[in-house]
C-alpha cells in the first residue's frame, strides 16, 4: 500500500519559519514528480510547488513563490517544504501528493496542520 | 492566470445520478481529474485523464468533457457519496489548477 506522512506543522508567529517533510513507502519516490498543496479552513485545495524526480524542475504558485522552498532526498524518499516570512493567510492543512504521468495527483497523505498566529 | 469554475454545490437523492461540472477556456486540451474529499479526510482520485477511473473506484464514477465543460457523474448515487468533489488540471502557465469545489449532498 502506498502511504505518505507529512509531519512538521504547528504553529507559529506570523514572519516565522517551518519545515514540513513528507515521508513516502513503496512506490518509487524518486521516479516521480511531488507536489505540496494546502486547504486553509473551510476553503477549496490550493496547488503550493512542484518538484521533479531529480528536482532538475521546481514550481511554485504565485502566492508563495520566493517564501517557500521546496526540496527533496531520494535516498531518503523524503519530500520537504521550507516555510519563510509565514503570513496569517499561509494557515491550512498541507498535504503532499504524487504526479501521475498525466498529471494527476495519485496519491495524498493525510495532511499536516500550519496555524500562523501571534 | 488559468481559472475552473464549479457550482457550489449539489443535492440528489439517493439511487438518482448527480452531476457536477467544471468549465475552462479550452479544457477540453488539457486533461481534467477529479477529487473526491469528504469531511475531515484527504482528497482521493475518482477520475483521470477526463475520463479513466483508477483501480478500487466504482464504475458509478465517470467523466466527459463537451466543449469548455468537463462532467463528473456519479450514477445511483448512495449516501457516502456526500462530499466535495474537485476538478483539477495542469496548465503551463499555472501549474496546478482546482475547481473551486462543489459540495454533494445526498438528500
Known amino acids: 500500500e502506498v502511504q505518505l506522512v507529512e509531519s512538521g506543522g504547528g504553529l507559529v508567529k506570523p514572519g516565522g519559519s517551518l519545515r514540513l517533510s513528507c515521508v513516502t513507502s513503496?512506490?518509487?519516490?524518486?521516479?516521480?514528480?511531488m507536489n505540496w498543496v494546502r486547504q486553509a479552513p473551510g476553503k477549496g485545495l490550493e496547488w503550493v510547488a512542484s518538484?521533479?524526480?531529480?528536482?532538475?524542475?521546481?514550481f511554485y504558485g504565485d502566492s508563495v513563490k520566493g517564501r517557500f522552498t521546496i526540496s527533496r532526498d531520494n535516498a531518503k524518499n523524503s519530500l520537504y517544504l521550507d516555510m519563510n516570512s509565514l503570513r496569517a493567510d499561509d494557515t491550512a492543512i498541507y498535504y503532499c501528493?504524487?504526479?501521475?504521468?498525466?498529471?494527476?495527483?495519485?496519491?495524498w497523505g493525510h495532511g499536516t496542520l500550519v496555524i500562523v498566529s501571534s | 492566470s488559468y481559472v475552473l469554475t464549479q457550482a457550489p454545490s449539489v443535492s440528489v437523492a439517493p439511487g438518482q445520478t448527480a452531476k457536477i461540472t467544471c468549465g475552462g477556456n479550452?479544457?477540453?486540451?488539457?486533461?481534467v481529474h477529479w477529487y473526491q474529499q469528504k469531511s475531515g479526510q484527504a482528497p482521493i482520485l475518482v477520475v483521470y485523464?477526463?475520463?479513466d477511473r483508477p483501480s478500487g473506484i466504482p464504475e458509478r464514477f465517470s467523466g466527459s468533457i463537451s466543449g469548455n465543460t468537463a462532467t463528473l457523474t456519479i450514477s445511483m448515487v448512495e449516501v457516502g457519496d456526500e462530499a466535495d468533489y474537485y476538478c483539477?488540471?495542469?496548465?503551463?502557465?499555472?501549474?496546478?489548477?482546482f475547481g473551486t469545489g462543489t459540495k454533494v449532498s445526498v438528500l
Open positions: 513503496e512506490f518509487l519516490f524518486s521516479d516521480s514528480t
Open positions: 479550452d479544457i477540453g486540451t488539457k486533461g
Open positions: 483539477q488540471v495542469w496548465d503551463s502557465s499555472s501549474g496546478h489548477v
Open positions: 518538484i521533479s524526480s531529480g528536482s532538475a524542475y521546481i
Open positions: 485523464d477526463d475520463s
Open positions: 501528493a504524487s504526479r501521475g504521468v498525466v498529471y494527476q495527483l495519485d496519491y
